[in-house]
């Protein structure tokens, strides 16, 4: 879904941690549950979907200020978006009611959640890369995003991936942005921040000539933010998996099932529409096949 989105977004761009209750039910996500589907199969005793059963919820290492993706909106206590919706749906689905409760996670903390059993799954924009795959089994892939540029707006002399060679360029610490401008610009000074906010930040001080990021999360910034910019269309493509303990293959099945099921009823492409889709124009595009 990658061009699709690309294409979509660029018409668009032109024009803490919660508790267990911090994705509360909202219209939006009354919908979505209205047609979710709940797991009736036999399940392995001391298995990780056994655990969760038991324990009543699914712990999800996550954001809380993603807008468009995982977003916790202060006033009503939701936390809404693409990757919040899904992580309700799969607790609905073991656990028979969307209860969850939300760890923030990092890109440097992500990995030592899993193995240490402190979260069940990651949904945080986490792109599949061979390394993580070393480290981490991934559900997926459930989403098709890409590395793209933002600038401080009014900035000139950077219209495509090679105008970063020799500039400061802001990335987000153990992120594919990385190698990406590494890849595309080896002359280019990186420069790593723990977080999106941070980046961005760094970015309007002047700490950096250019911001390399998901797309995704560079179009839900530059929606609330005029300052921001988006340069051109990304130049990777990056899947997003649900990251899960490695070595879980049990699990990973388990999850990769459920992501089929509702790509093929059409409930992906609803959580799609309630969120990305609100500001994307065009039709909910069809999920990215799951890998084997």
């Known amino acids: 879904m990658g061009r ?23 219209g939006k996500l009354d919908a979505l549950l209205a047609k979710a589907p709940v797991h009736t199969g036999e399940v392995t005793p001391g298995s990780t979907v056994d655990r969760i059963k038991k324990r009543g919820k699914l712990l999800i290492g996550g954001s809380q200020d993603a807008p468009l993706l995982s977003q916790l909106d202060p006033i009503s206590g939701e936390l809404t978006g693409f990757d919040a919706y899904l992580g309700k749906l799969l607790a609905q689905y073991i656990v028979g009611k969307p209860q969850t409760e939300l760890l923030s996670a990092t890109s440097e903390t992500r990995e030592p959640l899993l193995a240490n059993g402190t979260v069940d799954v990651i949904i945080q924009t986490y792109t599949i890369t061979p390394a993580r795959q070393e480290r981490v089994a991934f559900a997926g892939p459930y989403y098709r995003s890409g590395q793209a540029i933002a600038v401080r707006k009014g900035t000139s002399g950077i219209a495509k991936p090679a105008d970063l060679a020799g500039k400061t360029v802001i990335v987000g610490a153990n992120t594919p942005g990385v190698k990406a401008v590494q890849d595309v610009a080896p002359t280019a000074r990186i420069v790593e921040f723990g977080s999106d906010p941070e980046c961005l930040t760094a970015l309007k001080q002047g700490r950096g000539e250019a911001y390399v990021q998901d797309q995704a999360l ?7 933010d005029s300052e921001l910019q988006l340069v051109g269309e990304p130049f990777t493509e990056d ?33 799609w529409k309630q969120t990305i889709g609100t500001v994307v124009t065009g039709d909910a595009p069809s999920p990215p096949a799951i890998a084997s």
């Open 4 to 26: 699709l989105f690309v294409a979509a977004v660029l018409l668009f761009v032109a024009g803490c941690s919660g508790g267990e209750n911090a994705v509360p039910g909202g």
């Open 239 to 271: 899947p997003y998996g649900i990251g899960l303990k490695h070595g879980d293959v049990e699990f990973q099945r388990f999850v990769n099932d459920w992501l089929r099921e509702i790509g093929k009823s059409g409930l992906w492409q609803d959580v």
């Open 218 to 224: 560079l179009v839900a910034d530059a929606s609330k």
